[in-house]
């Protein structure tokens, strides 16, 4: 039996039993290999756009499931999938601006799909600013530490898919209303809400980045750099008053 890793396991927590589910990127195949061996799929598509990744996922089913013929397909995005061909879509391990390319290239057809599960590798809130401006909703979010980095994974929805997934589990449901400022992309309510135990970390991280960032440039005497630096101060005094308010749930 395959065991996750705790990002991976996130993620699979994410897929109810009975849906049927793409990974899409899916490089070692392991998330979908387990949602099948465990049950919880009845039908998994691994997809990728490289052959390299396909075929170590073929070595994986060797080694897991070797009497089992999985859905594996050659292709850059949904571009291999047909329209409401599963239930369920997992993106993670890319980055945010390239999961918009994937999901802009026909919007229709993305919103085919009942939910999708995010683990962008960078730029989330560009990703989630795109998904809120595009007709999604954010239903759930959590934090995960992998090494030295923490990821968020998240639940988007589309909007017309939402009387398919049980809303009345969610507490707190993001839409673009809910968005006063940019750092809400970056440090969503609902961590807040679902007192993630990492928060605290995640905001943390994201102060030292801009320290780092504030002590390298801060004796230019570049004025393009005076500008970056005002920019950086006044985000840093939003993360401490995020991190206030992370402290106190
Ligand atoms: C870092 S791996 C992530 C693997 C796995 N999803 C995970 O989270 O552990 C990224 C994978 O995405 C694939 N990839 C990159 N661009 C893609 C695209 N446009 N469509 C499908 N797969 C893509 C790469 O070939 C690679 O196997």
Redesign the pocket.
């Known amino acids: 039996m395959i065991k996750l890793t705790d990002?991976?396991q996130k993620?699979a927590d994410f897929i109810d039993k009975g849906e049927t589910m793409a990974?899409?990127?899916?490089?070692?195949g392991?998330?979908p290999i387990y949602l099948w061996q465990n049950n919880i799929c009845p039908h998994v598509i691994l997809?990728?756009?490289?052959k390299?990744?396909l075929e170590k996922a073929d070595n994986n089913i060797n080694i897991y499931c070797p009497d089992n013929s999985f859905d594996v397909r050659l292709?850059?995005?949904l571009e291999k999938l047909e329209l409401r061909e599963v239930d369920d879509i997992?993106?993670?391990?890319?980055g945010g601006l390239?999961i918009i390319?994937?999901l802009s290239s026909d919007v229709n057809k993305s919103k085919s799909y009942k939910k999708f599960i995010f683990?962008p590798?960078n730029a989330p809130e560009k990703l989630k600013k795109w998904l809120l401006e595009n007709g999604f909703y954010i239903l759930d979010s959590c934090l995960v530490r992998e090494g030295k980095y923490i990821w968020e994974i998240f639940l988007a929805v589309p909007e017309n898919q939402l009387m398919y997934n049980n809303i009345n589990n969610f507490k707190i449901v993001l839409n673009k209303d809910k968005i006063t400022d940019p750092i809400d992309l970056e440090i969503s309510s609902i961590l807040y809400e679902k007192k993630d135990p990492l928060l605290v970390d995640f905001i943390k991280n994201k102060i030292k980045i801009e320290e780092k960032i504030l002590n390298a440039i801060s004796n230019s005497k570049n004025i393009k750099n005076k500008d970056k630096v005002n920019k950086i101060k006044e985000r840093i005094v939003k993360l401490e008053f995020a991190l206030k308010k992370a402290y106190e749930i």
Do not use: E, K
Request: hydrophobic content about 40%; proline content about 3%; aromatic content about 4%.
């Open positions: 990002r991976l993620i990974d899409i990127g899916t490089d070692h392991f998330l997809s990728d756009i490289n390299g990744p292709g850059s995005g997992v993106i993670a391990g890319m390239l390319n994937i683990q590798r």
